[in-house]
């Protein structure tokens, strides 16, 4: 009898941290989520009021799901709010609609700055001298279950949808091409035959995109993207959800295979932007920029 109880109260203490977790995220989705929250959702992501009833139910049970389990850190002095962490959670989960997914598994922090924050990078110069250096960030993604943000850059892309320039987007896109193994521009895609058409498409979109950078050219993706295929992926991310008109016409077969990872397609949650005038006279090129560095 003895080493009976001995055996089960083994399997309980084997079976409790599994239960208990699980258990109480089935509590936290069974309550709606607040009418105040929802009022930020409708506030703070402008293509929350565009969608379906489905949808919406969908990205409240993500946000719901992502508020639960991931913990938010204000740094230097700012301290987090509701409709903060409900802000970043709804646009970080606008990445994961129709999509089988169990909310960024390997992300437990976010931690918040009140504007862009400094980092530092150590540069290898010739003969293997390494530099320390200090950098302006925007956000980062670290692969041991970390983001950083800028608050204020995370106000500026809820503030304006359509500029393709998204930190929250960006970084969550970074977190999504982790889960392959190493943020390289290619995620976790399920079917490996999939790899093919998302290679070659990315591969030849990347190198276009590089040229137009190098020579200065206009593109509908920010050349922030042409730094290396990782940072393609997540600034084409931002143009796909942000410029998605724009995006399916300069970039077909990329936006194609962005409707197919990300299972939405945005372009039903945004007007089509106005036609460009007849005769308009040709834009100078665009001027070569330090953009504000995003990982």
């Not at 991931?70 to 509701?82: A, H, R, S």
């Not at 106000?155 to 970084?171: M, S």
Request: proline residues 8%; contains cysteine.
């Amino acid at each position: 009898m003895d080493a009976l109880l001995l055996v089960g109260l083994t399997v309980l203490a084997l079976v409790l941290p599994w239960l208990i977790p699980r258990w109480r995220l089935r509590r936290a989705l069974a309550r709606a989520l607040p009418a105040s929250a929802v009022a930020v959702l409708e506030r703070q992501i402008p293509p929350y009021r565009n969608m379906g009833p489905d949808l919406q139910a969908q990205l409240r049970r993500l946000v719901a799901q992502f508020l639960h389990q991931k913990k938010f850190i204000g740094c230097e002095g700012l301290v987090v709010d509701d409709d903060m962490a409900i802000t970043i959670a709804g646009q970080a989960c606008l990445l994961l609609l129709n999509r089988p997914s169990k909310v960024y598994p390997a992300l437990h922090t976010i931690l918040v700055y009140p504007t862009a924050f400094v980092a530092r990078r150590d540069e290898v110069g010739p003969g293997g001298v390494v530099t320390p250096g200090r950098q302006s960030m925007l956000g980062e993604s670290w692969d041991d279950g970390r983001v950083v943000l800028s608050w204020d850059d995370v106000q500026r892309g809820a503030a304006d949808w359509t500029d393709g320039q998204n930190v929250v987007l960006h970084e969550f896109a970074h977190q999504l091409d982790s889960e392959s193994g190493r943020a390289n521009g290619a995620p976790y895609l399920g079917h490996h035959a999939r790899y093919r058409d998302w290679s070659e498409v990315l591969a030849r979109d990347f190198h276009a995109l590089r040229w137009q950078a190098m020579y200065r050219q206009r593109s509908v993706i920010d050349p922030y993207g042409a730094t290396s295929p990782a940072e393609f992926f997540a600034v084409a991310t931002e143009t796909f959800f942000e410029k998605p008109w724009q995006m399916a016409e300069h970039h077909t077969e990329l936006y194609g295979e962005f409707c197919k990872y990300y299972r939405v397609d945005p372009r039903a949650w945004q007007a089509p932007p106005p036609a460009p005038p007849a005769h308009a006279p040709d834009a100078p090129d665009a001027p070569h920029l330090a953009w504000p560095a995003r990982w």
